[in-house]
């Protein structure tokens, strides 16, 4: 049985109360110093320690970019173009059956999709790094082996290009998107304006959840980062950079919402994931993280 993942140095309860007094930036050993993301992590750390916890070093890390594979390349690319073709064309038919009186309807519609979009990025993020091995059989190396990347060298994102970052959240969306045009395509426009305030709602929705891990990647980028982002990121519409640190803490056990993160305040305050997490424990007798630990241990 491997052992139980260790805390953090400062934990998550440290973390918690530093978040709590409004500063969100964990800045002790246990979280990555991203500024300065050659080095991640800080220089008497690394004086300390010959191998590196974090980072493009890391031997976990490596091993995982080496099992990027050219077929998982095709699938990213296919979903991407699939995805925008779509987006595309729905797009056009939502303006087409634009009403004013319907724009009320149209807001909420629209942050209720933003707040549904943040509650699974944190569901898919939560599952993908507490359960399940990058050894399970063809799903593993595809799906979870790029979050075991992610924590061992967080600002390896930061180097994927548009199609290696966006792919899997855009292959998510191509089923509802694909539903959503065949509607468009077949019903009448009396019929859709009927259903239009769901249609904003299932597109919003679809677009941020596939706009999730390039929200995610902004979160991680500290240089070049356009104007327009860093504003969204300043009022917190998407993801901000300090709030995601929380995240990036050993064991990496809380604040797993990467669209908005602003479903990261109350499902902490309820205690959300601990409680998930040992019902699950108590049922099946699978230990959370322990995946994830077994990557973040390998320093040969
Ligand atoms: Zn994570
Ligand atoms: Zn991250």
Known sequence: MPPRPRRGVIGRDAAMAASAASSEVPRARGSMAEEDPNQNQPEEEAREERAPRWG???????????????????????????????????????????SVDQAHYILIAIVA??????????????????????????????????????HIDPTAITRHDLVETNGDNCLATLLPLSHMAYKFHTLSPEAVRETYAWECYVFALAVFVTLTNQIHKWSHTYFGLPRWVTALQAVHIVLPRRHHRVHHVAPHETYFCITTGWLNYPLEFLGFWPRLERLIEAVTGEKPRADDFKWTQKVK
């Not at 050219?70 to 729905?90: D, H, T």
């Not at 990025?121 to 979050?147: E, N, Q, Y």
């Open 113 to 150: 999709g933003m707040v549904t979009a943040d509650f699974l990025s944190g569901l898919v993020h939560w599952g993908a790094d507490t359960w399940g091995s990058v050894d399970m059989p063809i799903f593993g190396k595809a799906f979870i082996r790029p979050f075991r990347e992610h």
């Open 56 to 98: 493009p070093q890391h031997a976990g890390a490596r091993e995982l970019a080496d099992l990027y594979s050219p077929g998982k390349r095709l699938q990213e690319w296919v979903s991407v173009m699939l995805c925008a073709i779509l987006v595309i064309f729905n797009s056009y038919h939502l303006v087409i059956n634009f």
